[in-house]
Structure formats: C-alpha cells, structure tokens
C-alpha cells in the first residue's frame, strides 16, 4: 500500500518545536550531517521507507518556515513575480547509502504544476560538484506540459548518474488551476561514484532551489497578470554559492580482536588502543550520526569549546572493549540538572529493540559535581547485573567542575561490555547507541554568568526513543572474527596477493563457509587485510600485524555473513592491492 504521511502533523510538530526550542544557528548551516540509509530507496517517489521517518538533520523550504531542534531554514528566497501569502513548506531530506545519494522532497503546495510556459515547475532545482570540481544540475520538477503529467527528472551530468520520481498526493492534478491541490512527495538518487567520488564519507559540495510558480496552466504567459512564483534555495538560487553535504554515519565499525586482558583504569595505554578502530563523535564529523546544540540564558552565547571524542573498539573473546578520548576543555555537571559530560552508552540483546521501559543504560559520566572528582559509572536497572564495568582517566591540567583553573586537558574513559550476557558471541554485531555529552561552562561557579553549554553528540541516535524518534537508529559493532593466517613459505619475487580460492565460496547445506586468501610480501613491513562490503564498510580483520617476508594464507569464515560481492585490500608498506570475492547461499 502507498503510504505518504500526513503533512499538518509534521508542520504543527515544526511550528510547536520552534516556538520551545531556541533556534540559533538553525538556519543556512554550512553543511548538513547526511545519515546512513539502512538499505537502498527505491525510487517510487512514495515515502514509505522508515529511514526517512528518522530524526536527523533536514531542510524546510518555504515563505514562512520555521527553525526548530533538527530544522534547518534555508539561505535566501525571492518572489520571482507577484507579492503573495503563499505557504507552501518543502521539506527536503538527504540520506545516503554507500555513494548513492538520497533526496526526498514533501511539499504541501496547493498549485502544483509549471511556471505557466516557461521551462520551469514545481519541484527541485539542485547543483552539485563532481569530485574534480565540476558542477552538475540535478532537476526534479513538474515541468511538463499537458493535464495532470508526471514529474520530470533531467541531468546535464553522466548518463545514468541519477534518477527521480513523484507521487501525487489524492486531490493533486498537475496544471489544473480549477482545484485545489493536495501536495507531493518525490524522491531522486545521485550515483556519487560517476561523479568520481570514492570515499562513501566525503564533503560533496551542493546548491539546492525550490521552486514554487502557483496559479498557472502550462500556456499561460509566465509574466501575465495571473499566478505567482515564490523560491527558495541553501547556498545560492543559480549555483554561485555552494553548501557541504557531508557524508557521515559510519552504520558498523569492526572491534579489533586482541588476546590482552584490558587494564581497566581509563587511560588506554594497551597497545591494542593504537590499532583500533574508531569513530569521531562530536559536531561536524563524518563517522557520527549527529548531534544537538542548544546555549542556555544568553541568546548571544557562542559554542566556542566544540569538543570531539574518539570512540575506539576491540575485543577478546564477547568481552567488548570501549574507549574514549574526549579533548573537552570544560569537563563539568550540567548544575541545573542531571546530564554531565561522558559517555552515554544504549545496549540491546541480541536481536531484541527494546521499548521504552526496558531500554539499557550503561554511563560513564561526570555526575559527581565535586570538584576534582573523576567519572561516576553507573547502568539502569534493565542491565544484566555485572553486565559491564568502567573507569575514568583524567590528565594533568584537567580540575573538573570549575571554570577557575583554566582550559581542562580532556579526559578518557574505559568501558567493557561483557556481551555474552546480553546473549552475543564472538562473530556477532552487536547493537548499541554512543552518546557523548558535552556540557561546557555548567559548573556551579559558571552558571552565573549565563554562557553555559549544552550539546550532546551521538553515533546512532540520542534517545533511542521508540516515541520521540520513531525509528532507532542502533549501529553496530563486529566482534571480529578468528582467522587463520599461516606463513606458507619464503620464496618471494614482489608483493603479490593472490585470488582467494575457492571463489566464489559457498555457504549452508553443504557448502564451505570459509575461502583462503594467500600473498607475498619481499621484506618485513607492517600488514593489514581486510575484507569490506559491497558499499564500502569494513566487515572484518583478517592480519594487523608486522610480518617478515614471505609467504601467507588467510582463512576468513564468512558463515554469518549474508550472500554478495565483497572485497579484501592488502596493505603492506606503500603496497596496496584489492580483489574481489563472491558469497553464495
């Protein structure tokens, strides 16, 4: 069934998040945090996908739009012809999936149709950058002639780069002034990677126009006494000025596999810390999801200590390690009420998305207002008992909850989950949401002087609220598997990685789950290989390690792994080669 939700319920949701929640710096942002799309849209124009339904940072276009929590006003507007009270809202959202962009547009105009004979309609007008530098336009439109036609979808970029759809919302027919329209949605993908970009974590630099022409069939003069045109853009109306569309949301990261025991005092001075994977969780960066900024008091106060953590992962045996390192300069309680700075961490069973009420808490956070006084760790009463433990490091010049001492120096954390309580086993993702906050300038010797900050980040979602969020947005961690690598012999020409045998491998009833990789290596260097998926994200770890010359087998186990292509890369000193494996059922 088709399924387009109710727009006045989402423009009274704007208008009632605007009216309570500060809006600085939530209008014309520099650049939009864009999320990872849990699987590919289909590009029907029906919005029906639940990733669209997400909290995440979007755009509202439109003569009286509103700024409010995660909406964003636009930069400019005009009206092309005529003064009107028009009040059309477009809401455009951005996702992407790998190198595959998203756009989704929702709009509740009452006129829909073409800017009277004239080449342009109702609908999206957009450039966007190659990764070279050169700009493309992108048109989602209702530019057609005729009684009620479709959406038009143009390029002047490479063909097959993209494409687009509408659906027409019962009561709307395109070009037909004699009713009153019920709006559209539509829906258009770019395929980055014919643009030339091949990082799925990229700045893509873009302009974006709504257009807005009402009143008009499509053989009326576009500049006669009847009709109306209203438009809006972010960045610039014909492409001069561009915005960012930075690709981020990093959906799994691999925790490294170590045999050490982690040393749990907070410092992460283990050498696996070194080889870790991570993800950057703080405003602005590409592996997190998004996060939230709001100054308390002064309306003019500025968040000038925009803290960034690093968020490392490994593992031995379901023992999942966590590590942050945060470069806070304010490590401080929020005084007003209970939120400080520190880890936020959401844990799931395994297969389980919990509800509200049995939602898992695990903290490790800066509670104690005392000054001085370290992180407190704590779990909700959800957590299995001995679920997971943590500690706190602080480094010298850091004097927590005061603002007399100068700058702090940070602070890192250490967490392990003991994951098999939550029922996962090593080869498994694990679900969970990393929040980290950062509350500047709260203690109580600040809050008087009204600059106090609030702004918690996040890698997945803040809430995991199944009311407030509608959808979870939980990311995943691999607990990486085993693998076998054995050093075959000595006799080495070059570097070489060979294909892996058997290809394609198999996997259930009869088949083997597990294929070989074999390379060469002339001299001692320091080695990874790692296989990826088809867009991009790490699976696992087969070596990380130095290893003399010679020559290796690899065994990667792929039995919990879903059928498709994949990749392995060999790095080896500044040799890097990739090949690709297939997986059957």
Not at 427 to 449: M, P
Request: net charge negative; with cysteine.
């Amino acid at each position: 069934m088709k399924n387009h939700y109710g727009f006045m319920f989402m423009f009274g949701l704007v208008i009632a998040l605007a009216l309570n929640i500060n809006a600085q710096n939530h209008g014309d942002p520099a650049y939009l945090q864009i999320v990872s799309a849990e699987n590919p849209v289909t590009i029907d124009g029906v919005l029906d996908e639940s990733d669209w339904l997400k909290r995440y940072d979007y755009l509202v276009f439109g003569q009286y739009a509103l700024a409010g929590d995660v909406t964003y006003t636009v930069t400019d507007s005009a009206h092309v012809k005529g003064e009107t009270t028009d009040s059309t809202l477009t809401f455009v959202k951005i996702i992407h999936y790998g190198l595959d962009l998203y756009i989704s547009l929702q709009s509740n105009d009452q006129s829909v149709g073409k800017f009277g004979n004239s080449w342009e309609g109702d609908g999206l007008f957009m450039k966007i950058k190659s990764a070279s530098g050169i700009p493309y336009e992108y048109k989602l439109f209702f530019n057609q002639a005729g009684v009620d036609p479709d959406i038009a979808f143009e390029t002047n970029g490479p063909e097959g780069s993209g494409e687009g759809a509408a659906f027409k919302n019962p009561g709307t027919i395109v070009n037909d002034i004699s009713q009153v329209d019920d709006g559209y949605t539509a829906e258009m993908v770019i395929h980055l990677d014919m643009l030339g970009y091949t990082d799925p974590y990229a700045d893509v630099e873009a302009a974006m126009v709504i257009f807005d022409p009402d009143g008009y069939t499509d053989d009326m003069d576009p500049w006669g006494d009847a009709g109306s045109y209203f438009k809006s853009w972010w960045g610039s109306e014909w492409g001069s000025e561009f915005r960012i569309l930075r690709l981020s949301d990093k959906p799994m990261v691999v925790a490294n596999k170590t045999d050490d025991v982690l040393d749990l005092d907070g410092e992460l001075t283990e050498p696996f810390w070194s080889e870790a994977e991570s993800i950057e969780v703080g405003k602005g960066s590409h592996s997190g999801t998004g996060g939230y900024y709001m100054q308390w008091n002064s309306p003019t106060n500025v968040y000038d200590d925009q803290s960034m953590a690093t968020v490392k992962f490994a593992h031995n045996g379901t023992d999942l390690y966590i590590g942050v390192e945060s470069d806070d300069a304010s490590v401080c309680k929020w005084s007003p009420g209970w939120e400080a700075d520190g880890l936020f961490l959401w844990m799931t069973n395994k297969g389980e998305i919990p509800d509200a009420g049995s939602r898992m808490e695990i903290k490790n956070m800066f509670f104690d207002a005392t000054e001085g006084a370290k992180a407190v760790f704590e779990m909700n009463g959800n957590v299995p008992s001995g679920g997971a433990e943590g500690a706190c490091y602080l480094p010298e010049g850091t004097v927590t909850h005061t603002e007399t001492n100068g700058p702090d120096a940070g602070y890192s954390l250490e967490v392990v989950v003991h994951t098999d309580m939550f029922g996962y086993e090593v080869g498994d993702e694990v679900s969970l949401s990393v929040v980290i906050w950062d509350l500047d300038y709260a203690s109580a010797d600040a809050w008087t002087d009204s600059t106090s900050d609030y702004a918690p980040n996040w890698w997945g979602s803040q809430w995991v609220d199944p009311t407030f969020e509608k959808y979870h947005m939980y990311r995943k961690v691999l607990l990486s598997f085993a693998s076998d690598v054995e050093e075959i012999g000595t006799t080495v020409s070059g570097y070489k990685l060979k294909q892996n045998y058997p290809n394609p491998f198999s996997k259930g009833s009869g088949g083997n789950s597990t294929t070989k990789i074999s390379y060469s290596i002339p001299s001692k260097e320091y080695v990874t290989l790692k296989i990826y998926d088809a867009i991009g994200r790490e699976i696992s770890t087969l070596v990380n390690q130095e290893q003399n010359r010679g020559v290796y087998e690899a065994t990667f186990d792929a039995s919990r792994l879903s059928s498709g292509v994949y990749f392995y890369t060999l790095k080896a000193g500044n040799y890097v080669q990739t090949k690709k494996m297939m997986l059957l059922k």
